[in-house]
Nanobody
Framework: VQLVESGGGAVQSGGSLRLSCVGT????????VGWFRQRPGKEREGVAT????????IYADSVKGRFTISQSNAKNTVYLQMDNLSPEDAAVYYC?????????????????WGQGTQVTVSS
């Protein structure tokens, strides 16, 4: 299993970014995909999850209404559209996968991880 994130960068407060996570080496629609972030001095937290087999998505309260997770089965890719960003969203963002759709939620344990992509938000 290999996961590669991209799309991070620097934006001003109120701006938007779209992160991408391309997965290879596994059957895409059989694995739950999650986006996580680690802010400086904080523990890693789950942001959103999606199960490509059904398209069912779950969000952390802190990003509901601002972030959207989606998928492209044809491209083996999961996206995280982030709108109305604030400095509190600045972090390294990671994608990860776990097998199956059961417990496809941000607080579950994920097995395979990408290398992360940096998001910087200036006020």
């Amino acid at each position: 299993v290999q996961l590669v994130e991209s799309g991070g960068g620097a934006v001003q407060s109120g701006g938007s970014l779209r992160l991408s996570c391309v997965g290879t080496g596994y059957t895409f629609h059989n694995y739950c995909v999650g986006w996580f972030r680690q802010r400086p001095g904080k523990e890693r937290e789950g942001v959103a999850t999606i199960y490509p087999g059904s398209g069912s998505a779950i969000y952390a309260d802190s990003v509901k209404g601002r972030f959207t997770i989606s998928q492209s089965n044809a491209k083996n890719t999961v996206y995280l559209q982030m709108d109305n960003l604030s400095p509190e969203d600045a972090a390294v963002y990671y994608c990860a996968v776990r097998y199956g759709g059961r417990l496809c939620i941000p607080t579950s344990t994920f097995v395979h991880w990408g290398q992360g992509t940096q998001v910087t938000v200036s006020s």
